[in-house]
T-cell receptor, first 115, second 116 residues
Framework: NAGVMQNPRHLVRRRGQEARLRCSPMKGHSHVYWYRQLPEEGLKFMVYLQKENIIDESGMPKERFSAEFPKEGPSILRIQQVVRGDSAAYFC?????????????FGPGTRLTVL | AQKITQTQPGMFVQEKEAVTLDCTYD???????LFWYKQPSSGEMIFLIY??????QNATEGRYSLNFQKARKSANLVISASQLGDSAMYFCAMREFSGNTGKLIFGQGTTLQVKP
């Protein structure tokens, strides 16, 4: 059973470009969480999604950031018009259910560098 | 508001000795879970150990144990018989069970270096 997959593992963008980060949850998991880790810091919650629904986006910046988890295919975190401050590691985690008791399994992360 | 505090930015330990990594938390929830993750230089997040707020016994997983002191709101990680491969960043995290969103709140992390 493959783990959580994220691609690309490394992404370089110039200021003003768009970044699209993909997360394929573990088989059988329909709940996805996105976290951001700035350099030398801990992970910060961004958004929690179920298939076709955003459940909690309290950690998402109000502008330029969006996330989706369509019925088919991976979850996508999109960052429009990237700025240098968006440079970070973005981690996706998945769980089988939405209960707080369900363990989250983390992917390897996408390292975004904005030049 | 929920918060996790790790006051030790960096720690050193001699190989084969034990080390304690501190973690304190703040929550108004009665029901919550506490987690420790290891992040080696390769960057992935590795789950180490879990403690539920209603668990009476301290959690143990191999060389990892969690010193849970509920009244003091602390959940320190103890690594026994340190190995060179334990050198990594360690994060304490909390999940509140109310609200049912399951999001994890992380501390700032502690960098552990094991000396040969």
């Amino acid at each position: 059973n493959a783990g959580v997959m994220q691609n690309p593992r490394h992404l370089v963008r110039r200021r003003g470009q768009e970044a699209r980060l993909r997360c394929s949850p573990m088989k059988g998991h329909s709940h996805v969480y996105w976290y951001r880790q700035l350099p030398e810091e801990g992970l910060k919650f961004m958004v929690y999604l179920q298939k076709e629904n955003i459940i909690d986006e309290s950690g998402m910046p109000k502008e330029r950031f969006s996330a989706e988890f369509p019925k088919e295919g991976p979850s996508i975190l999109r960052i429009q018009q990237v700025v240098r401050g968006d440079s970070a590691a973005y981690f996706c985690a998945s769980s089988v259910g939405g209960s707080s008791y369900n363990e989250q399994f983390f992917g390897p992360g996408t390292r975004l560098t904005v030049l | 508001a929920q918060k996790i505090t790790q006051t030790q930015p960096g720690m050193f330990v001699q190989e084969k000795e034990a080390v304690t990594l501190d973690c304190t938390y703040d929550t108004s929830d009665q029901s919550y879970g506490l987690f420790w993750y290891k992040q080696p230089s390769s960057g992935e997040m590795i789950f180490l150990i879990y403690q539920g707020s209603y668990d009476e016994q301290n959690a143990t997983e191999g060389r990892y144990s969690l010193n849970f002191q509920k009244a003091r709101k602390s959940a320190n990680l103890v690594i026994s018989a340190s190995q060179l491969g334990d050198s990594a960043m360690y994060f304490c995290a909390m999940r509140e069970f109310s609200g049912n969103t399951g999001k994890l709140i992380f501390g700032q992390g502690t960098t552990l270096q094991v000396k040969p």
